[in-house]
């Protein structure tokens, strides 16, 4: 049996095409894909090849909320795993976001940033 493979995960945004090239500066992504959603709307696909972030804006107005959400369905952040963790909190930072939380601890050491969105990254390195 083959195991399944994460392919994307869709978000809700105010501006697809800033988070997609903020994502592309702090973590080396591509867009892959830009277009009218079959929902109305616009989304930008951003990620790496086996895998992305689908990011959405629809027509109407939209509300904002804190990405940390502990209720059950909710979603607490999304973990990006990269070789240098000190060159990407420097890209990090250079982009105007604050690094938190850091832990260092098995298997690797992390820090997390809340975007623009109030979207919250965890960003890991296992090296």
Known sequence: MRTGILEHVNLTVTD???????????????????????LGGFTVHVGADSSYLALYTPTKD?????????????LNHIGVVVGDLDAVEARVIKAGFEPNNY?????????????????????????
């Open 16 to 38: 697809p095409g800033k988070t997609a090239e903020m994502l592309s500066v702090l973590f080396d992504w591509k867009i892959r894909w830009k277009g009218p959603s079959s």
């Open 62 to 74: 939209m509300k904002q909320g804190p990405s940390k959400d502990l209720s059950v369905g909710g």
């Open 103 to 127: 832990g260092d601890y098995e298997p690797g050491r992390r820090f997390y940033f809340y975007d623009d969105n109030g979207i919250e990254f965890e960003v890991v390195s296992y090296t």
